[in-house]
């Protein structure tokens, strides 16, 4: 059974950065994919960015040239740098992983960028 833990999540200044990474346990061979979710107060929670086991990526058009997605497949880790933040960003955001039919998902980071 596939877990993961999330991390590097905190309190920014609006402007600034955060990498937030994601390690995942068990096994998860062959393909996958990897993202970052987020759910805001109040708001549904919204995808980010999702990378597959291949490298193919994709972004909400709201972090477009802002966020990077990137993955170590031998470390079973998926990273998210986070430049430019704004308050619109503040969420808790969340991993996910997409393997042979099932979500997993894991437990949250919040991130509060402050004006």
């Known amino acids: 059974q596939v877990q993961l833990v999330e991390s590097g999540g905190g309190l920014v200044q609006a402007g600034g950065s955060l990498k937030l990474s994601c390690a995942a346990s068990?096994?998860?061979?062959?393909?996958?994919?990897m993202g970052w979710y987020r759910q805001a107060p109040g708001k549904q929670r919204e995808l980010v960015a999702t990378?597959?086991?291949?490298?193919?990526?994709n972004y909400a058009d709201s972090v477009k040239g802002r966020f990077t997605i990137s993955r170590d497949n031998a470390k079973n880790t998926v990273l998210l740098q986070m430049n430019s933040l704004n308050s619109e960003d503040t969420a808790v955001y969340y991993c996910?992983?997409?393997?042979?039919?099932?979500?997993?998902w894991g437990q949250g980071t919040q991130v509060t960028v402050s004006s």
């Open positions: 068990g096994s998860i061979f062959g393909f996958n994919v």
């Open positions: 996910k992983i997409w393997r042979l039919g099932v979500n997993t």
């Open positions: 990378i597959t086991s291949g490298g193919s990526t």
